[in-house]
Structure formats: structure tokens, C-alpha cells
């Protein structure tokens, strides 16, 4: 975080950095997010990803843990469409980046859409980790 440099968080990785933060956890959540469950997720409008892939998304998820209270510093850009259960965020000032679902997993369901998206949000975190001007 010192460096300013890049950061992804994946599902554990998302939980990990939002309690690094001071953030605090939902230590079980059920199992509906769970097993490589595909979702509904919601993009926010006040996310980039929102201009390049709309409002809803379908995401797949290994999780049975999820975010309880934010970090500050934290920006939601993402939601379970039927629970609310934070699925994205941003830090405001600094190039962090992090999933609760798993854009690494989505060539599992052998869905072409799912697959796209999926190498949609890792090559957008490639992308900043080029670009000098990241959209953060």
C-alpha cells in the first residue's frame, strides 16, 4: 500500500484487505454463494465497470464469508443482486481492486458470456497495472 502499487483481491484476498483496512466480517453467510454458485451481481453507477459491462452481471462464487462492515476508504461497486452482499470495491485514493466472487473460476461453467466476463475483470486489473493513469 506504501508503494501505491496495483492490488487485487480475490474472495479471501477481498476479505483479507477490507480487514487490513479495519473492516470487519460475516463469518458465515450460508452456502448460496458457495460451490461455484453462479449470481446475479449488480454494478453500481458510480463504477467504471458499470460504462463497459452495465448493471447486472452473472458472477461465480466460492465464499462463505463476506464483508460486514466496509473499510474506510473503501467505494462499493458491486452487489449480490439478491442479498446485498458486497461483491466489488475500490479504495478512493489508492490502485486497490478486489472481488468477493471468483473472475479466476468463471471459465468453469463453460458459459462463452460467464468466460468473457471473467477475462473482462482480470485483463481490467492487468490494464491498471499498465496504465500509469489508473481510472482510481
Known amino acids: 500500500v506504501v508503494a501505491k502499487k496495483p492490488i487485487l483481491g480475490l474472495c479471501r484476498g477481498c476479505q483479507l484487505i477490507n480487514v487490513a483496512l479495519g ?10 454463494h458457495y460451490k461455484d454458485a453462479v449470481r446475479d451481481t449488480t454494478i453500481l453507477k458510480n463504477s467504471d465497470l458499470y460504462k463497459q459491462l452495465g448493471e447486472h452481471i452473472n458472477t461465480v462464487h466460492y465464499h462463505h464469508q463476506a464483508i460486514d462492515k466496509l473499510a474506510e476508504g473503501l467505494i462499493i ?23 468477493q466472487f471468483h473472475p479466476d473460476r468463471m471459465y468453469v461453467k463453460k458459459d462463452p458470456q460467464i468466460i468473457k466476463d471473467g477475462l473482462f475483470f482480470m485483463n481490467y486489473f492487468f490494464d491498471i497495472c499498465e496504465n500509469a493513469e489508473s481510472p482510481f
Open 77 to 99: 461497486t458491486m452487489e449480490d443482486t439478491d442479498d446485498g452482499t458486497i461483491e466489488g470495491y475500490v479504495h478512493k485514493d489508492l490502485p486497490i481492486i478486489a472481488y
Open 23 to 32: 473492516g470487519t466480517l460475516k463469518q458465515d453467510i450460508g452456502m448460496e
